[in-house]
């Protein structure tokens, strides 16, 4: 899978993660399609999501537009990726609220290209969906 210039709304998650550069969207057989694009192929821990049933009950598509953001929610799971994965997903969301989902993908495009072939670098374990490099082909622009 090659990187796009641009990003459906449904591929920005809620919580303010890029769907794109999930290791679910990029595997070749029964790629998930974003968290806001139906539960087929999904993880478990997704189709059950907290943070997505907490905005559908508030007729929010992103938790950015909730007056409590970032809630307990979101700041337990930006724990988790700021440690795990070294993004934010709260400067995500903020980033989509203030700049827009454009300006956040031109971003987005330059972090997780494989510099190598193209191809797109996944967020959860550094392999690229093309040439399948493991890291080090990351260029982390901020």
């Known amino acids: 899978m090659k990187q796009t210039d641009t990003i459906e709304l449904k591929m920005f998650a809620p919580c303010g993660m890029n769907c794109e550069v999930c290791y679910k969207h990029l595997k070749p057989k029964k790629a ?3 968290c806001l694009n139906g539960d087929l192929d999904k993880p478990e821990h ?3 999501c907290k943070i ?3 905005a559908y009950s508030k007729a929010l598509m992103y938790c950015y537009e909730c007056e409590d953001f970032p809630c307990k929610l979101v700041k ?3 724990k988790s990726y700021v440690k795990r994965y070294g993004v934010s997903l709260v400067e995500n969301s903020l980033v989509v609220k203030c700049k827009g ?3 956040f993908m031109k971003k ?3 972090r997780w290209t494989c510099k190598s072939c ?3 670098i996944s967020l959860h374990d550094a392999v690229c969906s093309e040439c399948q490099k493991k890291g ?3 260029e982390i622009s901020n």
């Open 108 to 110: 987005e495009k330059g």
């Open 136 to 138: 080090g082909t990351i």
């Open 46 to 48: 997704c189709r059950i």
């Open 76 to 78: 337990n799971l930006e």
């Open 118 to 120: 193209g191809g797109v």
């Open 32 to 34: 998930c399609q974003g």
């Open 52 to 54: 997505k049933s907490c």
């Open 101 to 103: 989902l454009e300006s």
